[in-house]
C-alpha cells in the first residue's frame, strides 16, 4: 500500500517537472520549420533503428519513444482537440526534448 503511494507521489513529481519543462520550450522559434515527420510503427526495434538513422542527418532532431512524457500532457497533445496553438506547443516540447 505505501509502495503504491510513494508511486503515484513520484509520478505526480515527474509530470510537474514535465510542465516546468513545457513552459521552457515556450521560447523556441520555429518560424523557420518547413517539415516534421512523426513516424508511428511497431514498438521497440524497428522504430528505434529508424530513428537513429535519422539522427545521422544533421537537419533533424529524433525523440525516440517519448509518448509517455509528451501526450500526458494535454498542452500539447494535439491529437486531443487539435489546434494550431496545441501543435506548435507539442512541435516546440518535443524539440526541447531532443
Known amino acids: 500500500m505505501i509502495s503504491k503511494i510513494l508511486r503515484k507521489i513520484k509520478h505526480k513529481i515527474e509530470y510537474f517537472k514535465e510542465e516546468k519543462e ?24 524497428l522504430t528505434t533503428l529508424t530513428a537513429s538513422m535519422a539522427v545521422l542527418h544533421p537537419n533533424c532532431q529524433v525523440l525516440n519513444h517519448a509518448q509517455g512524457r509528451v501526450l500526458p500532457h494535454n498542452k500539447v497533445d494535439f491529437f486531443k482537440k487539435y489546434s494550431t496553438e496545441k501543435f506548435n506547443n507539442f512541435v516546440k516540447y518535443v524539440i526541447h526534448l531532443s
Open 22 to 45: 513545457i513552459l521552457k520550450s515556450k521560447s523556441i522559434d520555429i518560424s523557420t520549420l518547413e517539415t516534421i515527420c512523426l513516424l508511428s510503427g511497431p514498438y521497440r526495434n
